[in-house]
């Protein structure tokens, strides 16, 4: 499998940032929300991966997710400088449902999310999007187009969804950083025009 390549990592946040936005990177389990924040991150991400064991067998579905060996138990942590303004917090969430105490911490003060998607398992988004809406998070969608499977036009995952006219939906590649980039750069601009919408 190609990974993105390597980049220097930046510890300090520029001088020029004037605003920073809590985001949440959330999905369903194994969607690839930590390959999502580690490939973005222009920071150390911080990762709370442990290995999958025995214990999850019956909890967790591992249906789909071939040869998955870990996964998140807390959250992924990172930032990303969007322009010379503006810095990204991003928090991926756990995605099984055993986890979701976490969510009410995570969640707050976020200003939106990106939720990533597998079609090989899209009824598994419907939970994450529902707890999206009930905490009143407005929200993005990215299409995980796994390597070797099918993929299917947006407006058909719109659709089987069930997302409003104006929800973006983007494709990416989760282990790509410039796609990932693109995708928060489609979520922002969501963002602040749902914000300058509610003040006119």
Do not use: H
């Not at 993105?4 to 389990?29: C, H």
């Amino acid at each position: 499998m190609a990974s993105a390549p390597l980049r220097d990592e930046v510890d300090y946040v520029a001088e020029t940032v004037t605003r920073s936005v809590k985001i949440l990177v959330a999905g369903n389990f194994g969607v690839g929300k930590t390959t999502f924040v580690c490939g973005v991150s222009e920071i150390r991400p911080l990762r709370t991966e442990e290995t999958i064991t025995e214990a999850s067998i019956g909890v967790d579905d591992m249906a789909g997710l071939g040869t998955k060996v870990s996964t998140t138990v807390a959250l992924d942590f990172g930032r990303i400088t969007l322009n010379p303004q503006l810095a990204l917090y991003l928090f991926g969430t756990p995605g099984q449902e055993r986890f979701a105490p976490l969510w009410e911490e995570l969640a707050r003060g976020a200003l939106g999310a990106l939720v990533l998607v597998d079609t090989r398992r899209i009824e598994k988004a419907d939970d994450v999007l529902s707890a999206l809406e009930q905490r009143g998070i407005p929200y993005a969608v990215a299409v995980n187009e796994f390597e070797g499977f099918r993929r299917y036009p947006l407006e058909e995952v719109r659709e089987a969804l069930d997302l409003e006219p104006e929800t973006p939906v983007v494709a990416l590649d989760a282990r790509y950083r410039d796609q990932g980039l693109r995708a928060l750069i489609t979520l922002a601009e969501y963002l602040f025009r749902r914000q300058e919408a509610a003040i006119s």
